[in-house]
C-alpha cells in the first residue's frame, strides 16, 4: 500500500506539472525585466489578426474603388442608401485611407440614423464592421443588434474611439470619430 | 431727482436689450451655419493644442454662449436648432476639458428635455461629457437616474490629492496588477526629462514601442528618463491602461487629469516626445510613421544631454534610409 501511496503521488505529479505549466503558473512579476518577445506578442496580439482578416477581405479600400462603388451600384442594393442624403454625404467625406485601407471615419451620422445591423453592412463594406459595439449610441432595436453590440468578437482592441489619423503617424482627438487599426 | 432714475433704467433697459439682441444669432440658418463652421473649425489641424482649443472656444462664445446664458432664448427655436446648441457645447467641452461647457451642454439638454426631445444617446454623451470634464459624481449620479443608460459603468476612483502646494500637474493611474484607479500628483519633472505623450489604443504608439523595444539600449535609456501620459478624454477603457502597464511596466501609461495643468506640453497627439530641459521644451517628435523616427529620438535625446554614442540604427532601419 505504501507503494501504492507513492505510485499515486508519482503519477499525480507527473500529470500536474503540465496543467500547472497549461494554466500559466503565477503572473509575472510587473518588473523591468518583461521580454521583447513578450511585449511584441502583447502589441500583435489575435485582435490585430482578426482585424487583418476582416481588412484583407473589404470591398473599398481607397477612394477611387468608393467612387467606383458608388456609381456602379444601384441605390437599392447599397446598404448606404439607408442613410438620409446629408448624413451620407458626411459620413462619405469624413472617411480616410491609406494604402491599407480605411484609416478613420466619422460615426456620429450612423449611430444617429441606423441601427447596429445597418451600420454593420454599411462598414462591412470598408473592412471595418468589427467598430460596431464602439458607437455606444446606436440605437438597439432587436436581438440581434443586442449581439452585434456586445459581441466579444467584435470587440476592437486596436480602434480608437474620439480620434482621427493624422500624418506624420499619430492619433489626435477629434470628436465623435474613429481611428482604425490600418491608421 | 425721479426723471433722472427713470431715464437711467430706461436706458439701461435699452442697451441690455440691444446687446441681447446683436448677441443672438436671429435665424436658424445662422445656427445651422454657425454650427457647419464650428465643425470645420474643430476638423483642422493644429500644432498647438492651446491655439486649436482657443479658436474652437472663441468661435463658441461668439455664436453660441449666449443661449446657454439665456435659455429661455432656446424656448422659441426649432427643436433640431437646440440640439446643434447641445451638440456645440459638448463638441467644445471634448476638446477643452472644462467642466464649464458641460455644464452649458446640460442646460441645452434640459431645454430639449422640456420639448420632449431628449433621447438615449443625448444621455450618453453627456455621461462621456462629465468623465472627460472630470466630473465624475456627475457622471455616477447621471447612470443611476438612467439604469437603461447601457453605458460602461466608471469604476471607484480614490482622490489622493490632499495637498500638492507647488500646483503639480495630476493624473489618473491604473494598477497593472488589480485595474484599480487612483488620482494622484504626477512626480516632479526631472532636469532631464521625456515626457511620451501616448495610448495603448492608439496604432502609432504600439508601433513606435514595437520598434523601440529592438533596441534594447535606447529602450532603456527612454524608460529611464521617460514618463508617458495618456490624454484627457471621456474614455472609461481603464482595462486597456492595465493590460498595456502589466504587458510593458517599464512604459506604464498615466492619463492626465487635466491636460492644461502640463503648462510645458502644447500638442498631445500620440505619440509625441518631448524632450525637456530644466523644465523646457528643447525638442519634440511628433508621431510614428512606418519608417520610425528613431533617428530623430536619439536627436532629441542628445539635445538634453543624454549620452547616445554606441546607439546606433539597426541593420533594417540603416538598409531603409
Known amino acids: 500500500t505504501a507503494m501504492m501511496k507513492m ?22 512579476a510587473s518588473t523591468d525585466s518583461v521580454s521583447v518577445d513578450g511585449i511584441i506578442a502583447y502589441l500583435d496580439d489575435l485582435a490585430s489578426q482578426q482585424a487583418e482578416i476582416q481588412q484583407a477581405t473589404a470591398q473599398i479600400q481607397s477612394h477611387a474603388e468608393l467612387a467606383r462603388y458608388l456609381t456602379s451600384t444601384p441605390a437599392e442594393r447599397s446598404p448606404l442608401s439607408k442613410l438620409s442624403a446629408p448624413a451620407r454625404q458626411r459620413f462619405l467625406s469624413s472617411i480616410t485611407f491609406n494604402e491599407h485601407g480605411i484609416t ?80 | 431727482m425721479r426723471k433722472s432714475l427713470l431715464v437711467f433704467f430706461l436706458l439701461s433697459w435699452f442697451c441690455t436689450a440691444s446687446l441681447h439682441a446683436q448677441t443672438l444669432p ?46 429661455e432664448s432656446m424656448r422659441a427655436m426649432p427643436v433640431d436648432d437646440v440640439r446643434l446648441v447641445y ?12 467642466a464649464a461647457y458641460a455644464d452649458d451642454a446640460l442646460v441645452a439638454l434640459n431645454a430639449l428635455r422640456a420639448r420632449h426631445a431628449e433621447n438615449k444617446a443625448d444621455l450618453q454623451h453627456l455621461y462621456r461629457t462629465y468623465i472627460s470634464t472630470r466630473q465624475f459624481t456627475n457622471a455616477r449620479q447621471l447612470a443611476q437616474q438612467h439604469p437603461s443608460l447601457d453605458v460602461k459603468p466608471l469604476p471607484t ?36 526629462q521625456i515626457v511620451v505623450i501616448a495610448h495603448p489604443l ?32 471621456g474614455n472609461v477603457e481603464f482595462d486597456a491602461f492595465q493590460h498595456w502597464n502589466k504587458a510593458i511596466p517599464a512604459a ?28 523646457k521644451v528643447v525638442d519634440r517628435v511628433t508621431g510614428w510613421p512606418k519608417e520610425g523616427r528613431v533617428d530623430a ?18 541593420p533594417a532601419t540603416a538598409a531603409s534610409k
Open chain 2, 157 to 192: 476612483i480614490d482622490d489622493h490629492v490632499m495637498d500638492n502646494p507647488d500646483a503639480r500637474p495630476t493624473v489618473l493611474t491604473v494598477s497593472a496588477e488589480t485595474g484599480h484607479v487612483d488620482h494622484v500628483v504626477a512626480p516632479p519633472l526631472q532636469d532631464t
Open chain 1, 7 to 28: 505510485t499515486h503521488m508519482a503519477l499525480l505529479l507527473a500529470f500536474a506539472a503540465p496543467c500547472l505549466a497549461l494554466a500559466g503558473g503565477p503572473p509575472p
Open chain 2, 26 to 71: 436671429h435665424t436658424t440658418d445662422s445656427i445651422r451655419q454657425a454650427h457647419k463652421a464650428f465643425e470645420a473649425l474643430s476638423m483642422q489641424r493644429d500644432a498647438s493644442w492651446r491655439h486649436r482649443i482657443s479658436k474652437l472656444e472663441r468661435y463658441y462664445q461668439d455664436h453660441f454662449s449666449a443661449y446657454l446664458r439665456s435659455p
Open chain 1, 104 to 183: 478613420g471615419f466619422s460615426y456620429a451620422d450612423l449611430a444617429a440614423e441606423l441601427t447596429p445591423t445597418e451600420i454593420s453592412a454599411i462598414l462591412r463594406l470598408f473592412g471595418a464592421e468589427r467598430t460596431v459595439p464602439l458607437m455606444k449610441n446606436a440605437h438597439i432595436s432587436n436581438h440581434v443588434d443586442s449581439l452585434i453590440m456586445h459581441s466579444p468578437y467584435l470587440m476592437p482592441s486596436e480602434d480608437h474611439e474620439g480620434y482621427a489619423c493624422d500624418a506624420p503617424g499619430d492619433c489626435v482627438k477629434m470628436n465623435d470619430h474613429i481611428c482604425t487599426h490600418n491608421c
Open chain 2, 87 to 98: 451638440e456645440t457645447a459638448r463638441a467644445v467641452a471634448f476638446y477643452s476639458g472644462k
Open chain 2, 252 to 279: 506604464h501609461i498615466n492619463i492626465a487629469y487635466q491636460q492644461s495643468d502640463w503648462t510645458m506640453i502644447d500638442y498631445w497627439g500620440t505619440p509625441t516626445f518631448f524632450f525637456l530641459k530644466h523644465g
Open chain 2, 202 to 233: 492608439c496604432h502609432f504608439t504600439r508601433d513606435a514601442v514595437r520598434d523601440l523595444v529592438r533596441h534594447p539600449t535606447l529602450w532603456k535609456l527612454l524608460t529611464q528618463h521617460a514618463v508617458w501620459i495618456a490624454p484627457q478624454d
Open chain 2, 297 to 314: 529620438l536619439l536627436a532629441g535625446m542628445r539635445a538634453i544631454g543624454l549620452d547616445v554614442a554606441g546607439i546606433g540604427l539597426t
